[in-house]
């Protein structure tokens, strides 16, 4: 009887253990979920700003390439007709407002 107690007791002990093992692992499951899901979070963000700088860069290149490619003195002329031509959509507005006012 003494050796059915003794084993009782340490199959008891070993039980309680495991239960306690499992508690923890249980633990921290939850704490790695907790994590995963904030780095799956901080991805999405980061995706998010790369894509955008991605953008961003695409325009700075685009540009460089467009003033790199042309003299300069041909950029300041396409930059004057338009603001010439502006200018001229400016007075023919002005000149129907003032049309319409009379």
Known sequence: MAAFLTLYHQ????????KQVIEEKVEENKTLKNNLSTALEKITQLENEVNLLTEKNKVITITKTALYKEDKKQTEKKIDKLVRDID???ELLNRM???MET
């Open 97 to 99: 407002q003032w049309k």
């Open 88 to 90: 001229h959509c400016m």
């Open 11 to 18: 199959i008891e002990s070993k039980l309680t253990n495991i």
